[in-house]
Structure formats: structure tokens, C-alpha cells
């Protein structure tokens, strides 16, 4: 069955230091990767996407995550997290049909 | 970029009442719309696909009768949930891919459906 596991609900940082959201999937055939960001009441944004080529993705904000075939992951990653970055952040794989599985979520929370 | 406007951002209703919510592609054309529901510090989970010019497609668990879906258009679908109760009080957001090949799931700002 298709999946995606973020093992970390809640996540707190120092402001200025380095970030990973971990995220793994499981899925059938070649996956189409996505992080994105939501504020309380908002909408989803974009962060990076992955479909084919380099395996490390750069994002919006500062953000990049590495695609790994042999650990079936996705992590998130930013070296120097800003106050503003705090929000939940989705893991969603997905196929050229358009339909997306999300993962559960993971809340950033960064600390002064 | 592809946008898609969502409206309302909040609505309360009396249990028993309808709510409509709309989707609009602003610059493409949207054949798919994809609607998800999200409850507080949860997730967002699939409800159903519509697909301009012939009947949405509902995930398992989803009531269709509770939840219509209408793709009236290829810049427009709706979702009306009928006979709104208190557990239907939830956040809706809508998501459609670019028509121009490109995958950029492009979501809508969201609903916040209230049944008081």
C-alpha cells in the first residue's frame, strides 16, 4: 500500500541552528516527492518537489531535501532555521495522476 | 504561477444547512480538482477527485450524498456539503494540477467549515 511516515510529530529548534524532518515512503512505482509548509488556518505551500535527475533538490526559503531510493526517504533539510519558519510541515508523495498521499505531519516549533 | 481561489476562508452554519465552497483555476485550465478534508493537528486526507464533464470520484469512507461535487466547468468545481452537523466542522482545501504538464499540485487557501 501506498504510504508516508513522518516519525516526528513535533520538532523544536533552536533559532539559527540546522533542521531535518525526516520523511519515508512507500510506493509502487517511481515517486513524485513533495514538501510543504502550513501556517495555522492557511493553506499549503510548496517547498520542493522531485521528479526525476539530481537526487538533491533545492527549495524555497533555504530549504533542499535528498531523495535516497535505497532508504525510501525524503528528508527535509535547512541549515540555519529562522523564527519564521515555524509551521507544519508535509511530507506527500504522489503519481502523475495528480492524486497526493500525505504523511501526518510534523510541527516545527523554534526557539528565540 | 498557477493559482487556485478558494471561497469562503470561514463559514458557521446551523447543523442541518448546506454550505457550498467554490474552487477557481485563475490562469489555467483545471480538468481535475482534488478535495481534502483536515481535522485539527491532523493530516490532509483525500475526500474526492472531480473531473469537468462527468462524476466525481470518491474515496472509501466518503458519503457521496453528504458531499457533492461539482465540476461545472474547467475553472470551477464546488463542493457542497449537505446537511451539515457539528462532526462535519472541519478544514477543506482543494488542489489541482497545472494543465500545462508541469505537477505543481497547486492548493487552494482553504475553508474553515464551523456547524454549530
Known amino acids: 500500500a501506498q504510504s508516508v511516515t513522518q516519525p516526528d510529530i513535533h520538532i523544536t529548534v533552536s533559532e539559527g541552528a540546522s533542521l531535518e524532518l525526516r520523511c519515508n515512503y512507500s510506493y509502487g512505482a517511481t515517486p513524485y516527492l513533495f514538501w510543504y509548509v502550513q501556517s495555522p488556518g492557511q493553506g499549503l505551500q510548496l517547498l520542493l518537489k522531485?521528479?526525476?535527475?539530481?537526487?538533491l533538490v533545492q527549495g524555497i526559503k533555504g530549504f533542499e531535501a535528498e531523495f535516497k531510493r535505497s532508504q525510501s526517504s525524503f528528508n527535509l533539510r535547512k541549515p540555519s532555521v529562522h523564527w519564521s519558519d515555524a509551521a507544519e510541515y508535509f511530507c506527500a508523495v504522489g503519481n502523475q495522476g495528480g492524486k497526493l498521499i500525505f504523511g501526518q505531519g510534523t510541527e516545527l516549533s523554534v526557539k528565540p | 504561477g498557477a493559482v487556485v481561489s478558494q471561497h469562503p476562508s470561514r463559514v458557521i452554519c446551523k447543523s442541518g444547512t448546506s454550505v457550498k465552497i467554490e474552487c477557481r483555476s485563475l490562469d489555467f485550465q483545471a480538468t481535475t480538482m482534488f478535495w481534502y478534508r483536515q481535522f485539527p493537528k491532523q493530516s490532509l486526507m483525500l475526500m474526492a477527485t472531480s473531473n469537468e464533464g462527468s462524476k466525481a470520484t470518491y474515496e472509501q469512507g466518503v458519503e457521496k450524498d453528504k458531499f457533492l461535487i461539482n465540476h461545472a466547468s474547467l475553472t470551477l468545481s464546488t463542493l457542497t456539503v449537505t446537511s451539515a452537523h457539528p462532526e462535519d466542522s472541519s478544514f477543506y482545501i482543494c488542489s489541482a494540477p497545472p494543465d500545462r504538464g508541469l505537477i505543481g499540485y497547486t492548493f487552494g487557501s482553504g475553508t474553515r467549515l464551523t456547524v454549530v
Open positions: 522531485y521528479f526525476s535527475g539530481d537526487t
